[in-house]
């Protein structure tokens, strides 16, 4: 991290370089506001670009004093993020801060206007701020006094800071204050703070609004990234389906003689870990389903671990973290690593070395009720498979008799420029093999 001299608006954080030729990022979520107090390593930002979600941290305790970009936009590699003021510098009252009030002329998105204050107006390079906070000098930065915990219970009730009155010296804004104005419920919209999570107002014509009429958002975020992904995938890959029936019913009672011996060790045990040991398992005998092609397509590039990729439904979006290694690990560190990547893709969380390296993926659409899909391929892996519900239905069992069976489906994909219709049907007769008799899997445990 490179960061500018301290000044009257504090110490600049300059977004590092996040490698693999990536120039820009998207602003996803801040989880601080201008005045929060930080502490050291706390997370204080997610930026999303092409290759995955990152969480970016605090270099050290403080104050926050500027956000150089609002929620949605784009900041630049090697340009200011935020400011803040560390921790046990002392700067004189009367000073007023010189970049907050100044766009960066070296960089070109830092001419726009940043962030909102806490007042709810946006500060402007050409007027000094305006509000309750200069006329009763409550400090360099014209910000209404408050606590980050008087600011956060303010940010939870979706209140403008500068509509509570303040009874504290030089108008500082206290919990009373704030408990005394929701008693009093004046929570008219002028006195509410727009939040970021707010859905947009429709797009109107002519100033006009009526019932019906089409609402407009912007693709952004990890939408904007997986639809690039996918229409890269579909329309540069040339992709071939092959789907099969899958009788799991002695997985199923394995699984269920397993669980409580797994759960004594706080191992949530699905089907998701078999699906993966088995599937980690056949690669060894099909590599070609673990391989992929380089960029000019003159070369197989066959991977030596098999890092199996689940498709998790966030709150950010679709996200494809891996289990790394999955051919070397046990049943119940893999039930581990799935329990682990899958509360920290719902929660956005997921680290950057979880999205990268997968080399084959599993998408798990039986779990919301599919019976069927036909998946679009995680460039640049070569295969994927959508597993379907499991259901209860009829089958003949070998002396003729119908008998009911746990029948599950699965679809893959396969990239028709490396594998041909046999690879594919004889890799998942293997892999349907393990699945229907789990037991057989462990004559190849290493």
Same mark, same amino acid.
């Given at each position: 991290?490179?960061?500018?001299? =301290?000044?009257?608006?504090?110490?600049?954080?300059?977004?590092?370089?996040?490698?693999?030729?990536?120039?820009?990022? $998207? =602003?996803?979520?801040?989880?601080?506001?201008?005045? #929060?107090?930080?502490?050291? #390593?706390?997370?204080?930002?997610? =930026?999303?670009? #092409?290759?995955?979600?990152?969480?970016?941290?605090?270099?050290?305790?403080?104050?926050?004093?500027?956000?150089?970009?609002?929620?949605?936009?784009?900041?630049?590699?090697? !340009?200011?993020?935020?400011?803040?003021?560390?921790?046990? &510098?002392?700067?004189?009252?009367?000073?007023?801060?010189?970049?907050?009030? $100044?766009?960066?002329?070296?960089?070109?998105?830092?001419?726009?206007?940043?962030?909102?204050?806490?007042?709810?107006?946006?500060?402007?390079?050409?007027?000094?701020?305006?509000?309750?906070?200069?006329?009763?000098?409550?400090?360099?930065?014209?910000?209404?006094?408050?606590?980050?915990?008087?600011?956060?219970?303010?940010?939870?009730?979706?209140?403008?800071?500068?509509?509570?009155?303040?009874?504290?010296?030089?108008?500082?804004?206290?919990?009373?204050?704030? &408990?005394?104005?929701?008693?009093?419920?004046?929570? !008219?919209?002028?006195?509410?703070?727009?939040?970021?999570?707010?859905?947009?107002?429709?797009?109107?014509?002519?100033? +006009?609004?009526?019932?019906?009429?089409?609402?407009?958002?912007?693709?952004?975020?990890?939408?904007?990234?997986?639809?690039?992904?996918?229409?890269?995938?579909?329309?540069?890959?040339?992709?071939?389906?092959?789907? #099969?029936?899958?009788?799991? +019913?002695? &997985?199923?009672?394995?699984?269920?003689?397993?669980?409580?011996?797994?759960?004594?060790?706080?191992?949530?045990?699905?089907?998701?870990?078999?699906?993966?040991?088995?599937?980690?398992?056949?690669?060894?005998?099909?590599?070609?389903?673990?391989?992929? &092609?380089?960029?000019?397509?003159?070369?197989?590039?066959?991977?030596?671990?098999?890092?199996?990729?689940?498709?998790?439904? !966030?709150?950010?979006?679709?996200?494809?973290?891996?289990?790394?290694?999955?051919?070397?690990?046990?049943?119940?560190?893999?039930?581990?690593?799935?329990?682990?990547?899958?509360?920290?893709?719902?929660?956005?969380?997921?680290?950057?070395?979880?999205?990268?390296?997968?080399?084959?993926?599993?998408?798990?659409?039986?779990?919301?009720?599919?019976?069927?899909? +036909?998946?679009?391929?995680?460039?640049?892996?070569?295969?994927?498979?959508?597993?379907?519900?499991?259901?209860?239905?009829?089958?003949?069992?070998?002396?003729?008799?119908?008998? !009911?069976?746990?029948?599950?489906?699965? +679809?893959?994909?396969?990239?028709?420029?490396?594998?041909?219709?046999?690879?594919?049907?004889?890799? =998942?007769?293997?892999?349907?093999?393990?699945?229907?008799?789990?037991?057989?899997?462990?004559?190849?445990?290493?």
């Amino acid at each position: 991290m490179s960061r500018q001299a =301290v000044s009257a608006s504090g110490t600049d954080f300059v977004l590092p370089d996040i490698g693999e030729g990536i120039v820009e990022c $998207e =602003v996803v979520e801040w989880r601080i506001q201008e005045g #929060d107090e930080i502490a050291e #390593d706390q997370p204080v930002v997610d =930026v999303m670009t #092409d290759k995955a979600l990152v969480e970016i941290t605090a270099p050290e305790a403080g104050r926050v004093t500027r956000l150089y970009y609002q929620q949605g936009e784009h900041a630049r590699v090697h !340009s200011p993020l935020f400011a803040y003021l560390p921790e046990g &510098l002392d700067l004189s009252e009367g000073q007023a801060p010189s970049s907050a009030a $100044e766009p960066a002329a070296t960089n070109p998105q830092m001419t726009r206007q940043a962030g909102s204050t806490d007042e709810g107006a946006v500060a402007s390079p050409s007027a000094p701020q305006q509000g309750r906070a200069s006329a009763q000098g409550s400090g360099a930065f014209g910000r209404i006094p408050a606590s980050p915990a008087v600011r956060r219970l303010v940010r939870e009730h979706a209140l403008s800071l500068s509509a509570i009155p303040g009874s504290g010296k030089h108008g500082r804004v206290l919990k009373d204050d704030v &408990l005394r104005f929701l008693e009093q419920g004046d929570h !008219s919209d002028e006195h509410r703070q727009p939040s970021s999570s707010e859905t947009p107002a429709p797009t109107t014509v002519g100033g +006009t609004s009526a019932v019906g009429e089409i609402r407009v958002e912007p693709l952004k975020g990890i939408q904007a990234v997986m639809a690039r992904r996918m229409v890269a995938s579909a329309s540069t890959i040339p992709h071939f389906a092959y789907g #099969d029936e899958i009788d799991v +019913t002695e &997985l199923l009672a394995l699984r269920e003689r397993l669980k409580p011996e797994a759960e004594a060790l706080g191992v949530r045990l699905t089907l998701m870990p078999f699906f993966m040991k088995a599937l980690a398992l056949a690669v060894q005998e099909f590599p070609i389903l673990n391989s992929r &092609l380089n960029d000019e397509v003159t070369e197989i590039h066959y991977q030596s671990a098999c890092n199996i990729g689940m498709a998790v439904d !966030s709150r950010v979006g679709l996200m494809v973290p891996n289990v790394k290694g999955v051919e070397r690990r046990s049943l119940l560190a893999i039930a581990g690593e799935i329990a682990r990547l899958t509360q920290e893709a719902r929660e956005g969380r997921v680290q950057q070395a979880d999205l990268k390296g997968g080399t084959i993926s599993i998408s798990n659409i039986g779990a919301l009720g599919g019976t069927y899909a +036909t998946p679009i391929i995680n460039a640049p892996e070569v295969a994927i498979v959508a597993i379907g519900k499991t259901q209860q239905l009829p089958r003949f069992d070998a002396d003729g008799q119908v008998v !009911s069976r746990a029948i599950m489906t699965a +679809t893959w994909s396969g990239d028709h420029r490396v594998i041909d219709g046999g690879t594919i049907a004889r890799f =998942v007769n293997r892999w349907k093999g393990y699945l229907e008799s789990p037991q057989s899997m462990l004559l190849h445990l290493g």
